[in-house]
């Protein structure tokens, strides 16, 4: 379902010649995945210039860093990992701002909302079918819909959508049966 992205086979030549110190591969790979990773860290972040932030903060960090990152198995994977950690970062900056006086130690929980529009169903199915698709994902909780938003939109492997939310693999597939189970019950009345 991803629009736009090129093959992984380019991905993977992009970020080789990344490690070779070209930087046209780092633009190779910046227009391959923009488009999917602001969709992404706008949903995070709620905010589009911090996302684009957070963006470009991740492609200077990879190229900053290229030597010690060496080879990855999957480059839309990584810079969706480096991606979602720069976005937990200024999360959790954003909240110690605002609790200076307060020590506290949380795990800041993303929550991924979904819109109508977001919603992408077969051409012969009302606006009112859509309100009712999104009405239901957006009653699912976040990290069910951030494992559908990272499946469905950003057209990642359930191996892949594990690493960036940083949990294990059954944990992806169990989120994933979960809001399924959960959608088809709600949908089907």
């Known amino acids: 379902m991803t629009t736009g992205a090129m093959p992984s086979p380019d991905l993977q030549n992009a970020w080789d010649r990344v490690l070779a110190g070209h930087a046209d591969g780092l633009r190779q790979i910046h227009e391959a995945l923009y488009a999917s990773m602001i969709d992404y860290a706008c949903r995070l972040l709620q905010d589009e210039m911090l996302a684009e932030d957070a963006i470009q903060d991740v492609f200077v960090k990879a190229w900053q860093l290229r030597a010690q990152i060496g080879e990855v198995q999957s480059v839309r994977a990584y810079f969706f990992i480096m991606l979602r950690r ?63 938003w990272l499946k469905y939109y950003a057209g990642m492997e359930y191996q892949q959508i594990a690493a960036v939310m940083e949990i294990n693999y059954q944990s992806v597939v169990n989120l994933a049966f979960k809001a399924t189970q959960y959608l088809r019950k709600r949908l089907s009345g």
């Open 86 to 148: 720069h976005v937990l970062n200024v999360l959790r900056s954003r909240q110690s701002r605002r609790r200076q006086q307060q020590q506290w130690q949380q795990q800041v929980e993303l929550d991924p909302v979904f819109s109508a529009e977001d919603i992408r169903v077969q051409a012969e199915h009302t606006r009112q079918q859509q309100q009712k698709i999104a009405t239901a994902v957006n009653e699912l909780p976040a990290r069910q819909r951030e494992v559908i």
